[in-house]
């Protein structure tokens, strides 16, 4: 069964500061999404990372993919307040289920 | 706005009731998945369709069911409600195939009393 873990949980953080959220995921898979979610909203997606070696970018977060250490990361750069929020990644199975992982609250400090 | 639209927005119910979830996808968009998140479970997968067809089956209780319709549009049952069903529920659609980008829905925040 596939299982899902981000660290770290919850991430205080300065502005300007980068820093790393970690997504490990236990079997093999070929699909690999990050969410960020605003407090009392929806979940807005951010990146879908579907190869070994992908890596995206969006402004200030980049994500990456290693299928084979079963790893994603989601990186930010020079943090700004506005990036405070919870981040999900995600994992499709093989069959085709999506299994999330707990979220990382993110707060970042003026 | 993702475009996808969910109703109603909130709902609130007594246990071992029933209540209908509805969804309409984007525009062109042949997938529905419906989720759970709870502050106890997190975020769970409960089901997807494509195109009408069950595509793929989470976490999904047997007291819920869904359902895709010909129009696309996708309702989510959930019945004998019980206190621990209390959540918000969101809707994703996508063009399709595996690995889409996934377009939410604003929930139906559910409240069982």
């Known amino acids: 069964e596939l299982k899902v873990e981000q660290n770290p949980l919850f991430l205080s953080m300065q502005e300007g500061k980068n820093y790393t959220i970690y997504c490990n995921y236990s079997t093999t898979s070929d699909r690999l999404y990050w969410y960020r979610q605003d407090p009392g909203k929806s979940l807005e997606s951010l990146f879908v990372l579907l190869s070994n070696g992908a890596v995206k970018q969006e402004g200030r977060l980049m994500a990456s993919l290693d299928t084979k250490a079963r790893l994603s990361t989601l990186h930010i750069t020079a943090a700004v307040h506005d990036l405070s929020a919870t981040y999900f990644c995600a994992v499709g199975d093989r069959d085709d289920k999506i299994i999330f992982g707990k979220g990382t609250r993110l707060h970042i400090l003026p | 706005d993702s475009g996808v639209t969910q109703t109603p927005k909130h709902l609130i119910t007594a246990t071992g009731q029933r209540v209908t979830l509805r969804c309409s996808p984007r525009s062109g968009d042949l997938s529905v998945y419906w989720y759970q998140q709870s502050l106890d479970q997190g975020l769970q997968f409960l089901i997807q369709?494509?195109?009408?067809?069950?595509?793929a089956k989470g976490n999904i209780l047997e007291r819920f069911s869904a359902q895709q319709f010909p129009d696309l549009h996708s309702e989510l049952n959930l019945s004998s409600l019980e206190l621990g069903d209390s959540a918000l529920y969101f809707c994703a659609s996508s063009a399709g195939g595996t690995g889409s980008e996934q377009f939410f829905g604003p929930g139906t925040r559910l409240t069982v009393l």
């Open positions: 369709y494509y195109n009408g067809e069950e595509r």
